[in-house]
Every structure is written in C-alpha cells, then in structure tokens.
C-alpha cells in the first residue's frame, strides 16, 4: 500500500533512511550509495530535508522521497523498505552506540546497511550489510548486496533484532548487569 502510495512498482528497491542529517551522517555518502542503484527508490524521513536533497542532486540521484513524517508512521514507512541505511563518522566515541534507527530497522525486519567501527555491528551476517570504509569499491558492494536482499535477510534481520533489542533481550541485559 505504502509503495503504491510513492508511486512505485511492486518490484521497486525501497531504501529507507531515518533521522536527523548532518556531516557525521554522511549523506554524500548515502547519495553515492544511491547513485549506484538507478532502478532503487530512496526514501529519507528527515526533518534535515534540505541536506540530504542537496546531497541527492549533487550525486545525481533522481528517484527520491524526502519527507517529514509524525513519529507513529515511522514504522510503517520502515517496513514498507528493502533496506534501511545507517551511516555515521566512525569516531572513538561512536564505537560505544548503537544508533536506535538500526534497532527500529531490524526489529522491523528490514536488512540493515551500515558502516564499520560504530558500535558493534561490524557483523551482521545475513541481516545486512557493513561497509569496511567509504571508498568507491565498499560502495559498490554494498550496491551489490541491497540488491541480493530477500525474505531470508529480513528473517535474519528480525531475528537478531529481536534477540538484542527486544524488551525481553533489554531486561536480561539488565538482570545480568545488577547481578555483578
């Protein structure tokens, strides 16, 4: 329903992004990514929409839908996608987190594409996909693996998000902490 909403053929890739945008988001990145897919959709539900359109152009991407949602319509957006992106600036401080887009990806059974030295999703086996950097050739196999993403990759996708992130995961993690 949401595809035909966009306008999109059943067959249509879908990649999501969701959040705020600034440089640590990388969205020249996003847009290269993009840039390497013609026959995908890209989705960003951002209220930094003027970021990432102009990061769109400047790559030359044309199949697009920038837009501001209400936060209870995030998720059906989320599951209406192939894959679901998360860049961010691989700094000191960012391999401590785990950016809550990535657990709304993947508890939503969507794979997840990311990049390496954030948090510790370097890997996620058959729930998506880490770029090792940002250079032209990670770029294209990240490319490459959206486009082998099916049925299997979302099952994985929600498994894993339901073994790390569901509430059940967070309060064992919990137990376990106050047990020490």
């Known amino acids: ?6 306008g999109l053929a059943p067959h249509t890739p879908l990649i ?3 959040g705020s945008l600034g440089p640590q988001y990388r969205p020249a990145e996003m847009a290269q990514l993009l840039a390497r897919m013609p026959d995908a959709h890209f ?14 152009a400047s790559a030359g991407v044309t199949r697009f839908t920038v837009k501001r949602v209400e936060a ?13 992106l998360s860049f961010r600036e691989p700094t000191l401080s960012m391999r401590g987190v785990c950016p809550l887009k990535v657990i709304e990806y993947l508890l939503s059974g969507v794979p997840v594409v990311t990049n390496r030295g954030v948090g510790d999703l370097d890997a996620l086996g058959d729930a998506g996909f880490s770029l090792p950097d940002f250079s032209s050739a990670s770029l294209d196999a990240a490319a490459r ?5 099916g049925a299997p990759h979302r099952i994985a996708a929600r498994q894993l998000g339901l073994s ?4 059940e995961a967070a309060a064992r993690g919990y137990a376990g902490a106050l047990k020490v």
């Open 72 to 84: 209870h319509e995030v998720a059906r957006f989320i599951r209406a996608a192939d894959a679901g």
């Open 16 to 18: 999501v992004y969701v």
């Open 1 to 6: 329903e949401l595809r035909r909403e966009l």
């Open 43 to 56: 989705l960003a539900l951002t209220g930094s929409g003027e970021v990432m359109r102009a990061a769109l």
């Open 145 to 149: 693996a959206i486009t082998q993403f």
């Open 164 to 167: 790390h992130f569901s509430l």
